[in-house]
């Protein structure tokens, strides 16, 4: 696999802003949707990305989290699922108000968590194959972004300790990649507190980590359009009483929301009633003129 080395100056990139960028909304999207990433830097700042390094480290000791099974995550890989159900300083992550601006700014309204996963990569990981994100919806190829994956770069992401490879512009293919094919990659190299958002069909894959003691401390947390399936099933990972103490943003993106006023709905109740919130929005049919409608 050919490696082209990212420029890790990348203000200068124009995948590449830095947080207090102007415009960065719409720049974040439209990179997304044309080159199916972007990278945004400054999002955390040091003591944060340390804190939750040293978070987890500590869950990955309590709960005995070793190395993945299978050479996808990554016989040098840990991963932690469900980071939700970890700490309130995953979920303040998963609620960040710009990153959910830029996020809804590809997918549109009503979007939802698809899940949060950490993926620490040891020295001696190999590359992991290329994938899409999206592989599992069966829409044609290109379609639209239906998912956007966030990885938010704790440590330092560069070619040598594991950062994510992308093949730019592949989200636009009619083709998944296949195993043994050889693509030209990028390294998304970037500073700690860094964040990478990927349109769900770029082809990707974590890096190899070949260096001699650098971990790579990444963090994914993905979205998907609120018609699709999540991929954690994050209503039943969490008990309802922990929920009900979530904020109301978390909450709606976890599920307890309703797509168009029609998707998600419980004998015609709105799911928030179950975790005590008194929700009670018109369904989309009391809407609809029957006689325009029918
Ligand atoms: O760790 C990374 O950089 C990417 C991992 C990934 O794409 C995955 O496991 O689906």
């Given at each position: 696999m050919g490696f082209v080395s990212y420029d890790?100056?990348?203000?200068?990139?124009?995948n590449t802003f830095p947080i207090?960028?102007?415009?960065i909304e719409s720049k974040v999207a439209s990179a997304v949707e044309t080159q199916g990433f972007a990278i945004v830097t400054n999002v955390l700042d040091e003591r944060t990305c340390q804190s939750l390094v040293e978070e987890i480290d500590r869950i990955e000791s309590e709960s005995g989290i070793g190395f993945g099974p299978n050479e996808f995550e990554g016989f040098r890989t840990r991963r932690i699922f469900n980071?939700?159900?970890?700490?309130p300083s995953f979920r303040d992550l998963v609620i960040h108000e710009p990153m959910l601006n830029w996020v809804g700014a590809v997918l549109g309204d009503d979007f939802l968590l698809s899940g949060t996963t950490s993926m620490h990569i040891s020295p001696g990981e190999t590359p992991q194959l290329l994938h899409?994100?999206?592989?599992?919806?069966?829409?044609?190829?290109?379609?639209?972004?239906t998912m956007v994956t966030t990885m938010w770069a704790l440590s330092d992401f560069n070619e040598e300790n594991g950062a994510t490879q992308l093949v730019p512009?592949?989200?636009?293919?009619p083709n998944m990649p296949r195993p043994g094919e050889i693509h030209t990659t990028i390294s998304a190299e970037m500073p700690a507190g860094s964040a990478l958002i990927l349109h769900g069909s770029l082809w990707h894959g974590g890096g190899q980590n070949s260096s001699p003691n650098s971990e790579r401390y990444g963090l994914s947390i993905q979205y998907v359009s609120g018609w699709c399936r999540q991929q954690q099933n994050l209503m039943l990972g969490t008990p309802r009483e922990t929920v009900a103490t979530y904020p109301r943003r978390l909450q709606e993106l976890i599920g307890y929301s309703m797509y168009r006023n029609v998707m998600g709905h419980i004998e015609r109740e709105h799911p928030l009633t179950l975790i005590g919130v008194d929700e009670r929005p018109k369904m989309v049919w009391d809407r609809m003129d029957s006689k325009l409608d029918s």
């Open positions: 890790l100056d990348m203000q200068s990139s124009d207090d960028a102007s415009g980071l939700i159900a970890h700490g899409a994100d999206d592989g599992m919806i069966s829409l044609p190829r290109p379609h639209i972004a512009g592949s989200h636009l293919e």
